[in-house]
Nanobody, 120 residues
């Protein structure tokens, strides 16, 4: 069992930055994805990174603004979010899978989520 814990969410103004972290023992063996869910909306893929960090994918709406990275020595994956917009407001979840994927059902383990609120 891999227990993922997210942190770094908060309340910011449009244009600000936040860095989310996802930590878990053994996380270095897995691909990791970030998803988000806004009130009244379905969960949405945001970004994913391979176990080595060599492959990343992003949803089009965050390309150029968000960067996913990892430090396997710390069993931690990051999501650097710059130029935040009000439409980025959501609960952000990290999840672990055997390979990178944009599909949430391919992920085995999930964190509890961290709230990101962007005020315009």
């Amino acid at each position: 069992q891999v227990q993922l814990v997210e942190s770094g969410g908060g309340f910011v103004q449009a244009g600000d930055s936040l860095r989310l972290s996802c930590v878990a023992s053994g996380l270095s063996s897995y691909a990791v994805g970030w998803f988000r869910q806004a009130p009244g909306k379905e969960r949405e893929f945001v970004a994913t990174i391979s176990w080595s960090g060599g492959t990343t994918y992003y949803v089009d709406s965050v390309k150029g603004r968000f960067t996913i990275s990892r430090d396997n020595a710390k069993n931690t994956v990051y999501l650097q979010m710059n130029s935040l917009k009000s439409e980025d407001t959501a609960v952000y979840y990290c999840a672990a899978a055997w390979a990178t994927s944009r599909i949430d059902s391919n992920y085995i383990y999930w964190g509890q989520g961290t709230q990101v609120t962007v005020s315009s």
